[in-house]
């Protein structure tokens, strides 16, 4: 079992910049690949960032890449997600998940354990 938190959610800006953390307990952090998903309401939940299980590979959905990073610290058991250059179209609820695996997977069926999530609010 892997219990995950988010935090840094807020309201900033178009343009401004927020840090999420997802802070994990349990089982090995570093044994577990992290995703980054979003969703908003009446919608599926949607990919934005994947990282490996030592941090070297990430992943990115088109709309964020080039203004997110996706990074981990495995002796902090966190991971984070840097959002830059934030525009009213990623307002959304934004959930850490891990999965036991060596694949980055962008469909959220695939993960295993889930944060509580922390609302983004980005205003124009």
């Known amino acids: 079992q892997v219990q995950l938190v988010e935090s840094g959610g807020g309201l900033v800006q178009a343009g401004g910049s927020l840090r999420l953390s997802c802070a994990a307990s349990g089982r090995t952090f570093s044994a577990y690949v992290m995703g980054w998903f979003r969703q908003t309401p009446g919608k599926e939940r949607d990919f934005v960032a994947g990282?490996?299980?030592?941090?070297?590979?990430?992943n990115y959905a088109n709309s964020v890449k080039g203004r997110f990073t996706v990074s981990r610290d495995n002796a902090k058991n966190t991971v984070y997600l840097q959002m830059n250059s934030l525009k009213p179209e990623d307002t959304a609820v934004y959930y850490c998940?891990?999965?036991?695996?060596?694949?980055?997977?962008?469909?959220?069926?695939?993960?295993?354990?889930w944060g509580q999530g922390t609302q983004v609010t980005v205003s124009s």
């Open positions: 998940a891990a999965v036991e695996t060596s694949v980055i997977y962008t469909t959220a069926l695939y993960y295993d354990y």
């Open positions: 990282i490996s299980r030592s941090g070297g590979v990430t």
